[in-house]
Nanobody, 127 residues
Framework: QVRLVESGGGLVQAGESLRLACVAS????????MGWFRQAPGKEREFVGI????????LVKDSVKGRFTISRDNSKSTVYLQMNSVEPEDTADYYC????????????????????WGKGTLVTVSS
């Protein structure tokens, strides 16, 4: 059974930093693409970042480029989202996601999402 558990959310002020972590179990972690998505109040879920199985390739949403970094530690079955210079617009529930299918380009997962999800961690940015 796949289990993804996020941590690290909380209340921060604009301009500060936050690091989210997601620990996976029930999967061979290094065989899965990992990603982060978010959903703000009243809005649809949106892609934030994705990382390849060995961590050599990443893609992040244009609006967070230069501020957010996705990384992973396969020895710890953990994926991270480093959030710097956060803005009030970054307020959302952040969800970790995993997908064992590797036949698609990153753009597929950006549009369609991934097939395993965590329960989310709330990030609130005050101005």
């Amino acid at each position: 059974q796949v289990r993804l558990v996020e941590s690290g959310g909380g209340l921060v002020q604009a301009g500060e930093s936050l690091r989210l972590a997601c620990v996976a179990s029930g999967i061979k972690f290094n065989e899965y693409l990992m990603g982060w998505f978010r959903q703000a109040p009243g809005k649809e879920r949106e892609f934030v970042g994705i990382i390849s199985r060995n961590g050599s390739r990443t893609l992040v949403k244009d609006s967070v480029k230069g501020r957010f970094t996705i990384s992973r530690d396969n020895s710890k079955s953990t994926v991270y989202l480093q959030m710097n210079s956060v803005e009030p617009e970054d307020t959302a529930d952040y969800y970790c996601a995993a997908d064992g299918r590797t036949a698609y380009e990153f753009s597929y997962y950006v549009r369609a999402g991934m097939n395993h999800w965590g329960k989310g961690t709330l990030v609130t940015v005050s101005s």
